[in-house]
């Protein structure tokens, strides 16, 4: 018998759960489903919200040739394989899947983070002349792990971990919906433990569930649930358990200047078998975020801890990643410029282009300087202290104050 993760995933958008940013009324995923226009995207995620479901549910919708890959198994030469399998069925099926009229075979490629550049270099072709629609789901960061030029072919969707209201629909369909565990006659008395371990993932939550019918008990509860994980370790992810919990209970606590806590949860990270580069990673925009001009050397101790992780990796690369947390969490701290970062954005959003002022742009033509292009431009080093005033602001934005010294 198929696992109840497999028997409960949805077969259309209207049983999706979750994800109503993307797939919900008038949301751009729903949207391009409605409209048949797809176009390359990469959908970036934690495990367990449905990316693979979105992807083939937008394959069965659209009735499109779906190939799927995976980057743990597959090669240049499967990629390779796959598009000239998408080529063939194009060209057999012309009027209906051509290229051409938009609606090309649909290839998925899970977890497309572990693909390396040349893996990725070889499904640019395609992509860019239509030959396949690309569907790729992450759980990292694409800016870190999908080259820039695949990159800009594809938009990329942010999907997120499940609310409580998501994971309680998701517990009473599979009560009511699955005839295997409805016929146990399951009762639920709390939630409170299941929703804590499911860690908002769709099917940690239903492989929970499934456990503790299979166990023989009838009621689901917390000391049910506890027991059970404790009692079938390899029935459950340990290894992803409390993931994005114990990630920002590190942050939260490098920030707040707790080198005790921090250290505590980087053990807890590395002992569950984390990514380093991921911790890395996190120690790095930490050092940007957190500390900033408060202590610039974070930034440059951060790096150099992501450098020697990805060199030396584990057990020793616990060393300079413990280093680092209790270096970050002892700093001075200062937000200032993730502040004005944001705020100059925002500003930049709401008005948009706005001009530069004439006597700050540059005059390389005889024509420009006709128009007031640098005209009275001050050079600074000219003036004493190498400093005079003048307005560098556009004349809308003028005292405008976007970073604050502390």
Wanted: aromatic share 8%; hydrophobic share 40%.
């Amino acid at each position: 018998m198929l696992p109840l993760a497999e028997r409960m995933r949805p077969k259309t958008l209207d049983e999706y759960i979750g994800q109503r940013h993307l797939v919900g009324p008038g949301a751009i995923l729903r949207q391009m489903i409605e409209s048949g226009n797809l176009s390359s995207f990469i959908l970036w995620g934690p495990p367990g919200v449905g990316k693979t479901t979105l992807a083939r549910i937008i394959a069965h919708q659209l009735q499109r040739p779906f190939y799927t890959l995976s980057a743990v198994t597959s090669g240049v030469k499967e990629v390779r394989d796959v598009i000239d399998k998408a080529k063939r069925t194009a060209s057999i099926n012309s009027g209906l899947f051509a290229p051409a009229d938009g609606r090309s075979p649909i290839l998925f490629i899970d977890e497309i983070h572990r693909f390396s550049k040349s893996q990725q270099d070889s499904l640019l072709g395609a992509v860019e002349d239509g030959t396949v629609t690309l569907i790729g789901a992450t759980t990292e960061n694409p800016s870190f792990e999908v080259i820039t030029p695949l990159l800009s072919r594809c938009q990329v969707y942010v999907l997120k971990s499940l609310d409580k209201s998501d994971l309680q629909e998701l517990l009473q369909r599979a009560l009511t919906q699955d005839e295997t565990i409805r016929g146990m006659g399951l009762q639920i008395k709390e939630t409170e433990a299941l929703m804590r371990y499911s860690g908002g993932d769709a099917r940690k939550l239903l492989n929970i569930i499934e456990l503790v019918a299979n166990s023989g008990a009838k009621t689901i509860d917390n000391t049910t649930v506890t027991m059970q994980l404790q009692q079938n370790p390899l029935a459950y992810d340990k290894d992803g358990e409390m993931h994005y919990d114990i990630i920002s209970a590190f942050i939260k606590s490098v920030r707040g200047s707790d080198p005790q806590a921090a250290i505590y949860w980087l053990a807890r990270m590395i002992e569950g078998g984390e990514d380093p580069k991921f911790i890395a990673r996190r120690l790095v925009i930490l050092a940007s975020e957190d500390i900033g001009l408060a202590n610039p050397n974070a930034m440059l101790l951060a790096n150099t801890c992501f450098d020697v992780v990805n060199k030396i990796g584990w057990p020793e690369g616990r060393i300079p990643l413990a280093e680092t947390t209790i270096y970050l969490a002892t700093c001075k701290k200062d937000n200032s410029a993730y502040l004005a970062i944001d705020a100059a954005l925002a500003k930049v959003r709401e008005t948009g282009n706005l001009p530069v002022p004439l006597h700050l742009r540059n005059a390389p033509t005889s024509l420009m300087k006709e128009l007031g292009y640098a005209d009275g431009y001050k050079y600074p080093h000219d003036y004493p202290g190498h400093w005079t005033e003048q307005q560098y602001m556009p004349d809308e934005l003028v005292g405008t104050t976007f970073w604050k010294k502390d």
